[in-house]
């Protein structure tokens, strides 16, 4: 099978770029209904990262390709080796203070699904997810030390999988220092009544999942600030708002940004609270 993806390179802001598009790729007409979803999805990209200064590939699939196995039929636009060029290509803008994005489009019943990467001179690299029966929803997901998979999937450093007991012991250890740390050993409590409950799901079904520990965190960060400790934990960046755990990280949803792992709060200049 020839499978040829339709590579569209746009200069500057992609709402600006359609009257481009025949110039950089003939075979792309600018009606054409697979780069009309494309400039929505980059559209909305720009919508939560501002105008972007670098373009770093948009894949389209090649219209009406020959498909002859299952297998072809879910080949995405981009290659490997296309993905790995385009996200380092982001990756280069951000290490020069420039916002930059990257999309390819997926196959499927209506090939309406796109993958990709952004990021702004200040984030963390985002990874561009929008489902095949969701085209109006993008997602922008941030991503410690991308690395492209040979199946064209994106592993991130940040992916946490089920934690065996010593590894739940660690983070809720990390935890309460933190607590104890930036709110106060009083507030600390809080996570030992979550350590409880955790523990024993842990020693009667195993390894816990990730997202009951996620759950967990927020349970013990809800309560500490109806205790009293309003904004906590405080952002060391911008100081007017809470920080969020994103993968078993503290995270600024402003910047996008990873600040500190759980338990390195205090490192990360947190301050501690004034009782």
């Not at 420039?98 to 209506?110: E, H, K, N, V």
């Not at 090939?111 to 990874?127: H, K, Q, R």
């Not at 990280?249 to 200049?269: K, N, S, T």
Request: charged content about 20%.
């Amino acid at each position: 099978m020839s499978r040829t993806s339709r590579t569209v390179g746009l200069a500057g802001t992609v709402l600006a770029a359609t009257a481009c598009v025949a110039a950089a790729q003939s075979a792309t007409a600018p009606g054409d209904p697979r780069l009309q979803s494309a400039l929505r999805v980059a559209a909305q990209i720009e919508a939560q990262i501002g105008a972007a200064d670098r373009n770093c590939g948009i894949f389209l699939l090649e219209s009406n390709r020959p498909v002859e196995s299952t297998e072809e039929f879910w080949q995405g636009a981009a290659t490997r080796g296309q993905m790995i060029d385009a996200v380092r290509c982001v990756i280069d803008a951000k290490r020069r203070g420039q916002s930059a994005f990257t999309l390819w489009q997926r196959a499927g019943i209506d090939a309406t699904g796109f993958g990709g990467a952004a990021a702004t001179a200040v984030s963390d690299i985002l990874l561009v997810e929008v489902g095949n029966q969701r085209p109006d929803g993008v997602t922008l997901a941030p991503c410690l030390r991308p690395r492209v998979l040979k199946n064209g999937t994106i592993e991130c450093r940040n992916a946490v999988g089920p934690l065996s007991s010593g590894d739940l012991d660690r983070t809720l250890s990390r935890l309460r220092r933190d607590v104890a740390q930036t709110a106060g050993e009083a507030q600390a409590a809080t996570v030992d009544e979550a350590s409880g409950r955790l523990r024993e799901s842990a020693a009667s079904g195993g390894p816990v999942a990730p997202e009951r520990v996620a759950n967990a965190i927020a349970d013990v960060q809800r309560a500490v600030q109806g205790a009293g400790v309003a904004g906590w934990p405080a952002c060391p960046r911008h100081h007017d708002h809470p920080l969020e755990e994103r993968d078993h990280i503290w995270y600024c949803p402003r910047d996008r940004v990873f600040v500190a792992e759980i338990g390195g709060l205090a490192r990360a200049g947190v301050p501690r609270v004034r009782q």
